[in-house]
């Protein structure tokens, strides 16, 4: 008799799902040891990073908010790698290849609000070299320590060419007034030092640069830490009395040039951030010997500046992870070794570019490709499967039950999920009718109901038609399953996973800590460019803005026409710009899924806060706007409506449900993050960007290494996950 495959059920479709299912199917003959089932809530694949093809208005791309990929995501670059080599399209056709469906992004922009003006701090990141996704050589965190010197003193370089070095007798005349500093400058080449109990501080920037580097390779090479960390902590506490001391009677760097309070920022935030890293020892313990407080407290606790650590590159990148409790812009919270080691991650470890733009939908990009390669290898998909609950068995030991709820009955065999847009397999926005039950069908769109939501009423709706509740299906352990890959959110975990929840603490106290926000996005399609709104700052590389650090609630924004040529609008009707805002969405509660109104309340509020920024916050940006009413003959309108009401075609979306929301890193809690085999049943396995990875921060790349685990906890594979220890 031939061993029976063991039957793997793999609940969810987002990217650590996804990942978990290809590298379960990466080995040699894997059919001959797993049988893969994939159980979808909906007609879609995608999670948090979900998006749908609008049939109605020129199959334009509609997405859960802003997705663009960072420059550092190895493990994630490596798996569109291997699977757009895998996919084999036909050279010619769209997105053949990955290089064709991720570009280089360099230019990105952070909004500043200096004395109650918005001003656009434009910044040109510099190519790197290395491809992302390709195998890198382990690196220690004094390696990290080093290149950040390394920036600091090419930053002193610039100050000391004309400040340090020439200030000459500014402070003693008492001149305070950067016109009279910059007279000073210019006349007073004979290079005075400014700190003589210090020496020449660029002088000094390299010496502890050279220092750092030289402990770095140290360690990197096996050798024991050597004794030079001590000697850098001393150098850069003295740069950092320097700079304070020169900076003092100057005044509030709000009153300097851009230009210099920039690089003050630059020199001021990366002097705290040595300095904390060596009092606290990071380098020796690790990054979460910090996450017991406050990003923006350590570096207050380490030196910084209040303009420093109130300043748009924080601003940004707490912006970039939506680092705020419950959503709310006046509470900003995240644990300081974790947003240090992404910062870092961010800006030291990319490779190429900074960021990359995907040139389409990131169900079109990520998510069709995956499910052609996963179909073609065996996987079987289950669409319009809910999620009901988990049950484990009398041991307490493993799960025995999953039970279902089964949302519609198809006409065929199996749902066939992908539409073609001109040539490019894609995820539509609604359901294919065309293949559900007709009389659901009629009742689902004649309804509106949205089968991707908590709180649908569906249920409410099917049993008024037919006098019956919906279906349910019971998968059981040693009939139809053997392991589990939970590849939910982890605010999911109290709404399905109750009954796991009362016996295993570890899963309690992870569904108890580990946060999860929920976020809010809006798009609009203008007739305008760039120019034509008033956005003045192109790019040396004639790219587009990617924006972050601007006006609540909606702080970040992306022109994003390079999806344009993806969607089909009548000729002459061509959209010239999308504009893609998002942010965090401030809410303290959530009702019972019975609260059939909750969705469209929150959508509302989306609604109102956009139409708001448009009106009265964005000509900050989009210069031409003016002061008075926004100019809504802008956007693109099919349904001719005039006014406000043109925002009424645009898109807008509350991401709310348990498994779209996005997941923080509340100060001292990833420390209650799980990895992929601790869930406390030997047959279930955890996947995402929720679990203990080694970024423990949500993003793509950490949902991938969560996937990663779970395949790994299951067949061996893979070997190795970058970036999961150390740096």
Same mark, same amino acid.
């Given at each position: 008799m031939e061993a029976q495959p063991q039957r793997i059920a793999i609940l969810g479709g987002g990217v650590g799902a996804m990942t978990a299912a290809f590298w379960l199917t990466s080995g040699d003959h894997w059919q001959d040891r797993y049988q893969i089932d994939v159980y979808q809530m909906g007609w879609r694949l995608g999670g948090k990073g979900a998006s749908g093809r609008n049939a109605d208005i020129a199959q334009r791309i509609e997405e859960h908010g802003l997705h663009i990929w960072f420059g550092f995501y190895d493990n994630a670059f490596n798996l569109m790698q291997q699977a757009y080599a895998e996919l084999g399209r036909p050279p010619g056709s769209p997105l053949a290849a990955w290089t064709d469906a991720f570009k280089p992004q360099h230019y990105v922009c952070l909004a500043e609000l200096i004395e109650s003006t918005w001003r656009v701090w434009p910044i040109d990141t510099p190519e790197l070299p290395g491809t992302p996704g390709a195998?890198?050589?382990?690196?220690?965190?004094?390696?990290?320590?080093?290149?950040?010197?390394?920036? +600091?003193?090419?930053?002193?370089?610039?100050?000391?060419l004309t400040y340090f070095k020439h200030q000459g007798s500014a402070f003693r005349m008492g001149q305070h007034r950067e016109s009279r500093l910059h007279d000073i400058l210019a006349a007073a080449h004979a290079g005075l030092t400014a700190f003589e109990d210090v020496g020449d501080p660029l002088v000094v920037a390299r010496k502890a640069r050279d220092l750092a580097r030289s402990s770095a390779q140290s360690a990197?090479?096996?050798?024991?830490?050597?004794?030079?960390?001590p000697s850098v902590l001393k150098l850069l506490q003295d740069l950092q009395h320097a700079l304070h001391d020169v900076a003092a009677p100057f005044g509030d760097p709000d009153t300097w040039s851009d230009d210099w309070r920039r690089l003050y920022l630059a020199l001021d935030m990366s002097l705290a951030i040595g300095i904390g890293m060596l009092t606290d020892d990071v380098i020796g313990d690790g990054?979460?010997?910090?996450?017991?407080?406050?990003?923006?407290?350590?570096?207050?606790?380490?030196g910084a500046q209040p303009v420093s650590v109130d300043s748009a590159p924080v601003r940004g990148f707490y912006d970039l992870v939506f680092a705020y409790r419950n959503g709310d812009p006046l509470h900003p919270e995240i644990e300081a070794g974790t947003m240090l080691r992404g910062m870092l991650k961010v800006g030291l470890g990319y490779r190429g570019a900074l960021m990359y733009k995907m040139q389409a939908g990131m169900g079109d990009v990520v998510f069709a490709p995956l499910y052609e390669v996963l179909q073609r290898r065996g996987v079987r998909f289950h669409y319009f499967h809910k999620l009901c609950e988990l049950r484990p068995d009398a041991t307490n030991t493993r799960v025995d039950e999953i039970e279902l709820e089964q949302q519609v009955a198809l006409i065929g065999d199996a749902y066939d999920p992908l539409? /073609?847009?001109?040539?490019?397999?894609?995820?539509?926005? +609604?359901?294919?009718?065309? +293949?559900i039950d007709p009389q659901q069908a009629a009742l689902l769109a004649t309804h509106g109901i949205n089968l991707e939501s908590h709180w649908s009423s569906w249920p409410e709706v099917y049993r008024q038609a037919t006098g019956a509740s919906l279906p349910r299906k019971t998968?059981?352990?040693?009939?139809?399953? /053997?392991?589990?890959?939970?590849?939910?959110?982890?605010?999911?975990?109290?709404?399905?996973?109750q009954p796991l929840l009362a016996v295993s603490a570890p899963l309690q106290q992870c569904s108890q800590n580990v946060a999860a926000v929920a976020t809010q996005a809006y798009q609009v399609w203008l007739n305008q460019d760039l120019q034509g709104i008033g956005w003045n700052y192109p790019g040396a590389h004639d790219e587009e803005p990617v924006l972050s650090g601007f006006t609540e609630p909606f702080d970040t924004w992306a022109s994003m026409n390079q999806l344009l040529c993806r969607e089909t609008w009548p000729s002459g009707e061509e959209p010239k710009n999308i504009a893609y805002f998002c942010n965090a969405l401030a809410l303290d509660a959530y009702p019972s899924s019975d609260d059939h109104g909750f969705p469209a309340h929150c959508a509302e509020l989306v609604k109102t806060t956009a139409i708001h920024q448009l009106q009265t916050q964005i000509n900050a940006l989009w210069t031409h706007v003016g002061s008075g009413e926004f100019p809504w003959t802008w956007l693109i309108d099919p349904a001719g409506g005039s006014g406000v009401s043109r925002f009424d075609s645009q898109y807008w979306r509350a991401n709310i449900d348990p498994s779209e929301r996005y997941v923080l890193s509340l100060v001292d809690t990833s420390k209650y993050r799980l990895r992929a085999d601790q869930s406390g049943f030997s047959n279930v396995f955890l996947a995402g960007d929720w679990l203990k990875t080694g970024l423990d921060a949500g993003c793509v790349e950490a949902a991938v290494m969560g996937g990663m685990q779970a395949s790994r906890a299951i067949c061996g594979l893979p070997a190795a996950i970058q970036g999961e220890r150390g740096w």
């Open positions: 195998p890198r050589a382990p690196e220690t965190v004094g390696s990290a320590m080093a290149e950040l010197l390394d920036w +600091q003193r090419s930053w002193f370089e610039s100050w000391a990197s090479a096996g050798g024991a830490a050597t004794s030079d960390w990054f979460e010997v910090i996450n017991n407080i406050d990003f923006r407290a350590w570096l207050a606790r380490n539409v /073609d847009v001109n040539g490019l397999p894609c995820w539509p926005s +609604q359901p294919l009718y065309g +293949q998968l059981r352990l040693g009939v139809d399953f /053997d392991q589990v890959v939970f590849g939910l959110s982890v605010a999911s975990l109290a709404q399905v996973a």
